[in-house]
């Protein structure tokens, strides 16, 4: 997808911007992922924002979606929760069209969607999405059962790609990458959110974790995000060059603020450390890059600028 030597530059927070725009999601089970029915046309603008800031991939507003989910918290049918779900990627794609109507320049490429799925931990709505705790109680066909009708619909949708993100467990992490075997044609990436500068969410090893997945056709890159910018670079240096993932690392941190349950984010903004260190982290193997919680279209903006300082945005 990439040339060699090129970066993709990845979209930032989704419902920072929502919540921005004076929408309210915290403590809702379904988080973003309401608003498709809600107000559909607020994350059309969200990822309209990031299109004219220059990101070339923008994920959909699935993460805390799912068909069980729908129907649960929103009294929808299977088949009505599917369209629902499904609704996130075409709205993604009609930005996409929209942008590139409007857009005058002849260098940008067209954008691409990633259909986002979250961990199952995430539908529990108590913060085990961070932790992976859950894992110790699931096999991995169970975990597959639950991913396989979100990952069936984002593909019915014509996702480009499925970002599988945030996972805290390497466990999680292969569940995935053997469902998206049962869909040879699709590519995907897989993300891990990590505690600290050796290991990801639930206690593996980042580099024990990626091992599996290193060689995967499917996978168009490999990485992590939602853990701050700091310890990034210690994480992918964990792992030898000669064993790196074909296809590049994925990063995308969040701001680097504390998330609380209870409280939410930290008291305030801090710095966005994105374009300071992306250099850093290209050097270290990184050919998608972006942002999570916190950041905002200004931060990919400034990415864009450090990466591809002489490609015009508009």
């Keep these: 997808m990439a040339a060699a030597g090129e970066v993709l530059v990845v979209d930032g927070g989704l419902a920072t911007e929502l919540e921005a725009a004076g929408l309210q999601l915290q403590g809702d089970p379904l988080w973003s992922a309401r608003i498709l029915q809600t107000n559909p046309q607020a994350i059309k603008n969200v990822h309209a924002s990031y299109l004219s800031c220059g990101a070339d991939v923008i994920t ?43 857009s005058r320049s002849s260098e940008r490429a067209m954008p691409f969607v990633a259909g986002s799925i979250g961990p199952y931990g995430a539908s529990l709505h108590d913060g085990s999405e961070y932790s992976g705790d859950y894992v110790e109680r699931m096999t991995k066909e ?14 019915t949708a014509g996702a480009d790609l499925i970002a599988m993100e945030t996972i805290p467990s390497q466990k999680e992490g292969e569940a995935l990458v053997e469902l998206l075997r ?20 639930h206690g593996e090893r980042f580099a024990d974790a990626v091992k599996f997945v290193i060689n995967s056709d499917q996978l168009m890159a490999i990485g992590l995000n939602c853990c701050p910018p700091k310890i990034v670079s210690s994480l992918l240096a964990t792992v030898e060059q000669s064993k790196r993932p074909k296809g590049g690392w994925i990063v995308y941190p969040n701001s680097g603020e504390k998330w609380n ?4 984010w930290g008291s305030g903004p801090v710095k966005s450390q994105l374009a300071e260190l992306a250099l850093e982290w290209k050097e270290l193997g990184a050919k ?27």
């Excluded at 505690?195 to 990801?200: P, V």
């Excluded at 349950?261 to 939410?264: A, D, F, R």
């Excluded at 998608?288 to 600028?305: M, S, Y």
Aim: charged share 20%; net charge neutral; aromatic share 8%.
């Design 182 to 201: 049962e869909f040879p044609n699709t590519k995907g990436w897989l993300s891990f959110s990590c505690k600290d500068e050796q290991c990801i969410s």
């Design 60 to 102: 959909t507003a699935t993460y805390q979606g799912s068909v069980a989910g729908f129907m649960k918290y929103l009294g929808l049918s299977s088949e009505k929760a599917d369209q629902l779900l499904q609704s996130g990627v075409q709205l993604a794609k009609e930005a996409v069209t929209e942008f590139l109507s409007e």
């Design 288 to 314: 998608w890059i972006g942002g999570c919680c916190r950041t905002t279209p200004v931060d990919i903006a400034e990415l864009r600028c450090v990466l591809k300082p002489n490609l015009k945005l508009k």
């Design 261 to 264: 349950p209870n409280t939410g």
């Design 142 to 155: 169970e975990l597959k059962t639950w991913h396989r009708p979100q990952m069936q619909s984002l593909i």
